[in-house]
């Protein structure tokens, strides 16, 4: 038997950087449902995002509703980048664009998460003064919810990647 394995199944110890893959799996799946469900019509915390995209969204805007399905696509794809990589599940050169792919939207992820987080809760705390007609709703929803979300969920694939990124150069200078 292979080791790191049982009864021909690799242990999740055997793959670094799993655990946080999968959760940020999780969190880019949840999103991406979100997102599906106001694709649909859905209207249910449609207030929280606020601004023309809410109204536009309201309204059944066709150009929304393609942006969101769009939206929905590259969320699950990321979503599922972090695992390709951890589980190393495609090889050789479109191994290697996947790994870009993944490194990319973790960071993007974080930074997009961090920079709006940040100047949301400096608007919400009166650092910052919000315009006078500011949707101060929507602003406390992505101040503490949104933003937030794609924070931890890219915080969790960058996890998962540097994890990963271990386990390969501690294989590779054992070769």
């Keep these: 038997m292979a080791s790191g394995t049982r009864d021909g199944v690799a242990k999740a110890d055997s793959y670094p ?31 929280t995002v606020g601004g023309a995209l809410e109204a536009r969204g309201r309204a059944g805007d066709p150009t929304v509703v393609v942006l969101v399905w769009a939206s929905v696509v590259l969320k699950l794809i990321a979503a599922f980048l972090g695992v390709a990589v951890v589980r190393r599940w495609i090889g050789g050169v479109l191994g290697v664009l996947v790994r870009i792919a993944a490194w990319v939207a973790a960071v993007v992820l974080v930074l997009y998460g961090a920079v709006l987080t940040v100047g949301g809760s400096l608007v919400v705390s009166g650092v910052i003064t919000p315009r006078p007609d500011a949707d101060l709703l929507a602003i ?27 386990r390969t150069a501690f294989v590779e200078g054992v070769r």
Excluded: C, E, M
Excluded at 18 to 46: K, M, N
């Design 17 to 47: 950087g799993t655990v946080a893959a999968l959760v940020a799996a999780l969190l880019g799946v949840l999103f991406a449902g979100v997102s599906s469900y106001w694709a649909l019509g859905g209207s249910w915390l449609l207030s």
């Design 140 to 166: 406390r929803w992505h101040a503490y919810f949104w933003d937030p979300w794609f924070l931890i969920w890219g915080s969790f694939l960058l996890l998962a990647l540097v994890q990963a990124r271990r």
